[in-house]
């Protein structure tokens, strides 16, 4: 089962590697923010999992507060940075100007 | 498995730096932004792998909880027609930067294979039982090295008074989308982080956890509620002294520092008998001050004592 989970592992950390490429690409802000709502989300899960391998239980400490706190980033980019993108801008189309 | 194992290091080493370099380089503030926050993020996740779980955590909540809602507040302040932005590509900066930054590389190699081999653990670990404390990071933190976290805590007691001192909190603008799912989201998370924050400063005697990343939960969950309307009433003489709340950490710690030496014992050290005591009532203060200059600092200037609007969206 550990070795299982150590591929999972290493699996997850693929994937966040392969979703820089949004991050870079974008198109928008809102893409950006997502791929990195979706790295949040994989890092929790390769916490939990070597939290598991290596018997390290404090690691579900670490998982409970990067859950807890990926919630204020995104809540922070749809008031402080989206608002503002979506407010002057409505005769245009509602696009962003954040590149 | 070691192939496996390898793998994953060198990813997280490479995307460390792409995220860097990403962070530092690209045209584009709010793309530097989230490269900053998943740096945090990653950051984490290779403090656990160099077996540094108390590290990972204050990364976590700080780096990647407290720092993101900063910067991306701090952005939405900002003129938001930052497309082109201007990238650093002058080539006379990298000809500097680039050979300095191998030079800083070469010196920290250098240094960190100075460094005294077996470290100070064995006698972290030898006199743990006089610590009060199970947790060896706890208890140099805040027994043994206590004098270092007393002026770490003034560090953040100054950085809140010098962020006041510049000028009223600027207010934010009126919301452009009304969404009823955020005060509710305020409520129901507040809790959460206050719960949380109390299990980790409870924690931080026996296990990785303790007052910074406590003070740094607790402090996230005030950010929150001030993003969903709540008032900062650090101020407000309505709602009672709050703001002592942040100088108690460093009043608290110099309290203990001198008070042990009416006990007849030297300056900051705790009598053994007292020193779990001692240690959790320091953790709740220093977790507490931490929680409210975290809050202040966010708010960006002095908070106003007096409120005229019912909330601060009107």
């Known amino acids: 089962m550990t070795e299982l989970f150590t591929v999972l ?47 390290k239980h404090e690691l579900l400490d670490v998982a409970l507060v990067l859950a807890l706190l990926a919630a ?9 940075v989206w608002s503002e993108l979506e407010a002057p801008k409505s005769d245009n189309d509602p696009g962003d100007t954040l590149k | 498995m070691g192939g496996v194992v390898l793998v ?24 530097a932004v989230i490269s900053f926050i998943i740096f945090g993020l990653l950051m984490a996740l290779a403090w656990v792998r160099l077996e540094a779980p108390d590290i990972a955590l204050a990364e976590a909540a700080i780096g990647a909880g407290a720092t993101g809602a900063l910067l991306l507040s701090a952005l939405g ?18 000809t500097f930067w680039i050979p300095a930054g191998l030079a800083l590389l070469g010196l920290l190699t250098l240094a960190a294979w100075y460094l005294p081999s077996p470290g100070l653990g ?24 206590a004098f270092d976290t007393l002026l770490e805590i003034g560090v953040l007691l100054l ?84 703001r ?25 050290a705790y009598p053994t008998h007292l020193a779990g005591t001692i240690v959790l009532l320091l953790e709740l203060a220093a977790g507490l001050s ?11 200037g002095q908070p106003p004592t007096h409120w005229d609007g019912e909330s601060l969206r009107q």
């Open chain 1, 9 to 55: 592992v290493g699996l997850l950390l693929l994937n966040i590697v392969v979703g820089l490429a949004r991050v870079l690409r974008g198109p928008s802000a809102i893409d950006r923010m997502l791929a990195s709502e979706m790295f949040s989300t994989s890092a929790v899960a390769i916490l939990l999992l070597m939290a598991f391998i290596l018997d």
């Open chain 1, 72 to 80: 204020l980033t995104v809540v922070t980019f749809v008031i402080r």
């Open chain 2, 8 to 31: 994953f290091d060198v990813l997280l080493a490479a995307a460390l730096i792409w995220l860097a370099w990403q962070a530092t380089h690209t045209p584009g503030l709010f793309r």
């Open chain 2, 77 to 94: 302040r900002l003129a938001v027609t930052d497309e082109a932005g201007t990238p650093w590509q002058e080539r006379a900066d990298l």
């Open chain 2, 122 to 145: 064995q006698e972290v670990q030898a006199s743990l039982p006089d610590s009060g404390v199970q947790n060896p990071v706890t208890a140099v933190l805040l027994n043994f090295r």
């Open chain 2, 159 to 242: 950085a809140t008074i010098a962020i006041w001192s510049l000028g009223p909190m600027p207010m934010p603008g009126a919301q452009a989308i009304i969404s009823p799912v955020l005060p509710a989201l305020g409520r129901i998370l507040f809790p959460m982080f206050a719960l949380v924050s109390i299990y980790l400063l409870w924690r931080g005697s026996h296990a990785p956890g303790g007052a910074f990343s406590a003070g740094a939960v607790i402090g996230a969950g005030g950010i929150l509620s001030i993003l969903a309307g709540a008032r900062p009433w650090l101020t407000g003489s309505a709602y009672g002294p709050w």
């Open chain 2, 244 to 268: 002592v709340l942040l100088s108690l950490g460093l009043s608290a710690m110099l309290a203990v520092a001198l008070g042990v030496i009416v006990l007849g014992q030297p300056f900051f």
């Open chain 2, 290 to 300: 931490i929680a409210m200059s975290l809050v202040a600092l966010y708010l960006a």
